[in-house]
């Protein structure tokens, strides 16, 4: 096993503990606020899981995806966050 292989590995682990530990905040948010950011972080993790991924393989075919992954987190955080700041507008 060479040095990256286990760089790799031990950054899927990290990606991986940062996964459940999003989810589980996801899951048990005291407020939508908090799962929107939850949202906006799983899709940061996602993109850089799948940038290891392109690393590992050596191979750049992935990059318009993950524009695409990050755009659309991006886009969908900012829609549901004025959403919010709405919702809360108009109750009080």
Do not use: K
């Not at 991924?53 to 004025?82: K, P, S």
């Amino acid at each position: 096993m060479t040095v990256m292989s286990f760089v790799y590995a031990a950054t899927f682990a990290m990606l991986g503990v940062s996964v459940l530990c999003t989810l589980y905040r996801l899951v048990r948010g005291p407020s939508v606020l908090d799962r929107i950011v939850c949202l906006n972080a799983l899709s940061v993790l996602l993109v850089s899981a799948i940038a290891v991924e392109a690393a590992v393989r050596g191979d750049t075919t992935y990059v318009g995806l993950m524009v695409t992954i990050a755009l659309l987190g991006f886009v969908g955080t900012l829609t549901a966050a004025r959403f919010a700041e709405r919702r809360a507008h108009d109750r009080g």
